[in-house]
């Protein structure tokens, strides 16, 4: 297939329900190529003025299927096309929706639960940063108020990043220094981070709470 074939097929559709005298219409240009399934969205889009349904079909196991999924639904959310999203993936309809919510608040589009800024390490690294932050993910994934939460595992870079996000932890040798809105909370070891990060989430909700 190609995307004026597809657009073509979906014109015809549209003209059936015309027929019929039904406009509630919501088109969907679903492929498993990603290519092919941007090429169609945006062709459409240059053609009608329907709503859109975006989503890469058939996109395949969580990794690959996650970044294929993000790259076709999130160029083209970037350029504006797009009204409602799906992401099929060959996984729990749970993991589905998770990714779909990356999707939109990396774009600015979703506030909800919590954005992880984590350092991709380095030779600076002296604390087992990939399970902390795996283990944060899991503990955050519930969490409707939006915030952001740096994890950093030096102390060169780390200051500076958790500053700036809402909550953060900078770590260095076995131990780190928590911040709160830009605020140090002081040291705490690598054993207490976890524990003493989401008693500052703790806070951090009950604070947005009760503005």
Request: hydrophobic content about 35%.
């Amino acid at each position: 297939p190609t995307a004026e074939a597809m657009v073509e097929s979906a014109s015809r559709h549209i003209e059936i329900c015309k027929e019929h005298d039904f406009n509630d219409i919501i088109v969907s240009l679903k492929a498993s190529d990603v290519n092919l399934m941007m090429n169609s969205y945006e062709l459409f889009s240059e053609k009608f003025d329907y709503p859109l349904h975006l989503g890469v079909t058939e996109a395949g196991p969580t990794k690959s299927g996650s970044v294929k999924s993000s790259v076709g639904i999130g160029a083209l959310l970037a350029k504006g096309i797009g009204d409602t999203i799906r992401v099929s993936l060959t996984d729990d309809p749970v993991e589905e929706v998770r990714v779909g919510f990356e999707i939109l608040k990396s774009l600015g589009l979703a506030s909800k639960g919590v954005t992880i800024v984590a350092c991709p390490t380095c030779g600076r690294l002296e604390v087992d940063l990939f399970k902390i932050a795996g283990e944060m993910e899991e503990k955050l994934q519930n969490i409707k108020t939006p915030m952001t939460v740096a994890l950093m595992g030096c102390a060169v870079n780390g200051p500076g990043e958790a500053t700036h996000t809402d909550l953060g932890i900078a770590f260095g040798k076995g131990s780190g220094h928590l911040y709160y809105q830009g605020e140090n909370r002081g040291k705490v070891s690598e054993d207490e981070a976890i524990d003493k990060l989401e008693d500052m989430i703790v806070e951090f909700e009950t604070t947005k709470q009760e503005d």
